[in-house]
């Protein structure tokens, strides 16, 4: 009944828009078929005879992969590609300006401000800095009598607002914050709740009004912060103060005061590009912390992503493109990184150019790498990992140690670097254990093979070929990767950790921790499990993690945020509008919807600002198509490159398929990357083939790519666009919230 009544649901909201849904099948369609028309013998010739003895010569599976150097042909279009990513990426990434100077409050304390002149206010501004609390804002025109802005939780019911009961469960009902003005009794300075600053409010601006039109005379105001426990320091921005009519108070003030020092970057209607959203209520706040040496607030993944954020903080300030900035860097590095990836691995400019053009004008591509969040970094880290595991795959057998250590030293610390900036980068590391274990495999077979004695007709006697011993090679490939991908990656992991512990009061340097993480398995561990032994907690893991003291010493910090991340991440369970499952991903059925903003044009039409995460439908419906069809050819060609491509997909499928949590569309985002290799795969056997249109159908379907992108660029990064833009050009299915 579900069923029937969803799909009911489906068509009934579909909007002109979806005939563009229907043509863009038929394109991938149409591509797909293209492809395995071209894999037939040409008609009215003798290929199908030197198809079939090719086909029927036996094969062996390799991992030594292919590999083909750049030339001086590539690096134009490598450049050019780019440059035009680059372009779009960084274009109103976010402002330049926001509040620098804040009014700190490291306990509860008041701040008084004597304006330069009266003015009569019905509406507040502010804008959060980092820390939770509470503010009681008071307001006076003599200095005598006081009047408190008052904040209040309403819910909608019977046709009207009324104040919500304290803890009272409001699901599915209509709720809001209104504002009151009201009298100060003697004694009650700076109890009334004013502006109550949520970890969701953070490094935004706010503007409110003043219920039923009331005003106050004021030339005189109070602040009284009160952070929560534990939330020391609490940052308020900046106060802006608004007239009746809603205009901005130009407002100065007898001696200086943070809190009306930077009047003039008060924005006259709050959007993206001065305000955090989403997610970057979180990471940025983490990066600005560690650069203040505050113990962060969000702990619930690794530290080295936002500590990478922290740099473009330091280079531009505290500002949106300064938290957004090494993200969108990141994202276009990206690009020349995997042309040179796939020109390697394929060996074909014009594939190359394609393939990289499909992931550089991927939706999500470009929405995730210009949101101030740690996914980008784990998505970059997992690319350059593979690319060097790809190119100690493509070490021939037979050829010296020294030649295999630096891809695989660099695979290995790259994926350790990922793995400190977001756990999901583990999941990498089951693919590249799992091409490693067979590469070693298939150069122990190889290796055989070039080790076996030949008979020199030249010289009539038999010839031991000076490779050297496989098992020695073995042996030791196996104790370098033990420090590439086990001891490396550990530690990068807990040095990431040392500015938490230097928050903590750790003053012993980086040296000092050093030793301290060294030394942690002897000196302090065989006292936790002791503790943990003699604790009767029947959970044993618990117990030995509630053995760990809250301390400065890195090691005990990172140990116990691993047991806070873990549990933390399997609490997420709680219903998102925009959450999605892994079957929805590969369909592109359910974006996840970041920001809109509704606003009117000069003619007063309804316009609207929004970006929302999801996959190019080209990229994503071809790409579906396309790992099965490696998968077929692989099978039937025993490819290397194949499997490569299918191990490297699933590693970063598979494990959501079986996680209960709540999940997103831009956790697909690492798949999609290697869904392009599927396709470039495709690109290049047509190129091989060579038959009647194979330029049109390459150049064609990425021309398609290229456009899309143009088409939905608005909603990418939240251009004011008419509503009926969404209507008839964006909106193609009805889950799509656009």
Known sequence: ???????????????????????????????????????????????????????????????????????????????????????????????????????????????????????????????????????????????????????????????????????????????????????????????????????????????????????????????????????????????????????????????????????????????????????????????????????????????????????????????????????????????????????????????????????????????????????TYGVFFILVSYYFMYRWLAVPAGTKLRRHVLPLFLSGLFWGVGCASKWTVVYAGAGLAVMWLLGLIFKGREWEELSRPAWDEENQEMMIPATPRFWVHAVSTVLLSVVFFVIIPLSVYTVSYFPYAAARGNDSGFGGMAVQSVTWPVAKLPGYLEAASHSGDTDGVKAFFDAIPVSDDPVDIMMKNQYFMLTYHQGVHSPHPYQSDWYQWIVDGRPILYYRDYSADASGRQTVSLFASFNNPLVSWLGLLAFFGVVIRTIRRKSGVGLFIIIAALSQFLPWTAIGRTLFAYHYFPTILFLVFAITYLMNDIFDRRREGYRLAVYGFTGCVVLLYAVFYPALIGLYTPTWYGLYFLRWFPSWPL
Not at 67 to 80: F, G, N, S
Not at 191 to 219: F, P
Not at 267 to 290: L, V
Request: glycine share 10%; hydrophobic share 40%.
């Open 1 to 375: 009944m579900n069923v029937i009544s969803d799909l009911k649901w489906f068509f009934t909201n579909l909007s002109p828009a979806a005939s563009w849904a229907v043509l863009g099948i038929a394109v991938c369609v149409a591509f797909f078929a293209y492809y395995w028309w071209c894999l037939k013998p040409r008609p009215h010739s003798l290929e199908w005879i030197g198809m079939a003895e090719e086909a029927a010569k036996p094969r062996q599976m390799t991992l030594t992969l292919p590999y083909h150097k750049l030339t001086r042909r590539d690096i134009l279009p490598m450049l050019l590609l780019t440059a035009v990513y680059a372009l779009t990426a960084f274009f109103r990434l976010g402002g330049f300006t926001a509040p620098q100077s804040c009014q700190t409050f490291t306990e509860r304390e008041t701040v008084s401000v004597e304006l330069a002149e009266e003015v009569t206010v019905g509406g507040f501004g502010w804008y959060n800095g980092i820390g939770t609390g509470d503010y009681s804002l008071e307001l006076s025109a003599d200095g005598e009598t006081w009047t408190a802005l008052r904040e209040e939780e309403q819910v909608w019911e019977d046709g009207a607002w009324r104040a919500q009961e304290p803890g009272e469960n409001t699901d599915g009902k209509s709720t809001r914050m209104a504002y009151y003005l009201e009298d100060v009794l003697p004694g009650g300075e700076g109890t009334t709740q004013s502006i109550r600053q949520t970890y969701r409010t953070v490094l935004k601006w706010q503007h409110v009004t003043v219920e039923g039109g009331e005003t106050a005379r004021v030339k005189f105001l109070r602040v009284t912060g009160d952070p929560d426990s534990g939330q020391s320091p609490m940052d308020l921005g900046e106060l802006a103060l608004y007239d009746e009519t809603g205009a901005l108070i130009p407002v100065s003030v007898n001696g200086g005061s943070a809190l009306f020092d930077e009047q003039s970057i008060v924005p006259e209607h709050s959007t993206y590009m001065d305000s955090a959203y989403f997610d970057e209520i979180y990471h940025p706040r983490t990066a600005y912390e560690n650069l203040r040496n505050i113990y962060p607030y969000e702990v619930s993944h690794p530290p080295l992503g936002k500590l990478i954020i922290s740099i473009g903080i330091m280079i531009f300030g505290m500002v949106p493109f300064g938290w957004r900035f090494m993200g969108t860097l990141f994202g276009v590095l990206m690009v020349p990184i995997l042309y040179i990836f796939l020109k390697n691995l394929f060996g074909k400019t014009p594939v190359a150019l394609c393939g990289t053009a499909l992931f550089t004008f991927d939706f999500m591509h470009l929405v995730q790498t210009r949101i101030g969040t740690i996914d």
